[in-house]
């Protein structure tokens, strides 16, 4: 099965949904191969389907610096983006042999947990919780959907990004989560091109 890796650089949110939604489109009528765009996002708030009011503690926070909220058709619940997050979407389609939503999100979390490995970080899996850990803060965030078993949205990586919006959540819709990244726990920034071709080579691995 090929893959393609396309790169779009800093995008808006809205400008990413627009491509993965046509990217959807047509691998579901087989018009195109399995794709995974990596990139950044201006700030923005998103709200999965399992979000619930009390995930937001500080609205007015993101209002004064005119930071969107969003709605997201993807499974998990609250989350923030912003430049020097690396954000994954691979829309791809499941194998009927493979298909469980609980096991390609298992996937996915391992090959973070591989990736950041490879970049020096060292972060690990909660057999209770979703997402990528570290010193007991969450690193790396999944919410998925699927559409005729063709997977869109993924997961998202703190790298370099300012982490301290996260303090004005909880962050997918758990109390008392704290967040870190991958340049804290270096104790220094990472070359975001080194780290996008690190997580490109687990990526062909994972889905070709």
């Not at 869109?152 to 962050?171: K, L, Q, R, T, Y």
Request: net charge neutral; hydrophobic share 40%.
């Amino acid at each position: 099965m090929s893959l393609r890796l396309l790169d779009m650089g800093l995008v808006p949110y809205e400008n990413a949904l627009k491509e993965q939604e046509n990217i959807l489109t047509n691998r579901i009528a087989d018009l195109t191969e399995d794709t995974v765009l990596l990139l950044e996002h201006y700030p923005v708030v998103t709200l999965g389907r399992s979000f619930n009011d009390t995930g937001l503690r500080d609205a007015d926070f993101f209002a004064r610096k005119n930071i969107s909220i969003v709605r997201a058709d993807r499974g998990g619940g609250i989350t923030y983006h912003s430049p020097g997050q690396l954000v994954i979407y691979p829309i791809v389609r499941i194998d009927p042999a493979s298909r469980d939503i609980s096991s390609f999100i298992d996937i996915l979390e391992i090959m973070v947990v591989a990736a950041l490995g490879d970049l020096g970080v060292d972060t690990q899996r909660d057999p209770f919780r979703r997402g990528v850990w570290a010193t007991g803060k969450k690193i790396a965030f999944t919410g998925i959907k699927f559409k005729r078993w063709v997977s869109c949205h993924g997961v998202a990586v703190n790298i370099n990004n300012d982490i301290s919006a996260f303090e004005m959540m909880d962050p997918c819709g758990e109390p008392g989560t704290k967040v870190t990244s991958a340049s804290i726990l270096s104790g220094k920034p990472l070359d975001m091109n080194e780290v996008k071709k690190v997580f490109s080579v687990h990526l062909e691995r994972v889905f070709s």
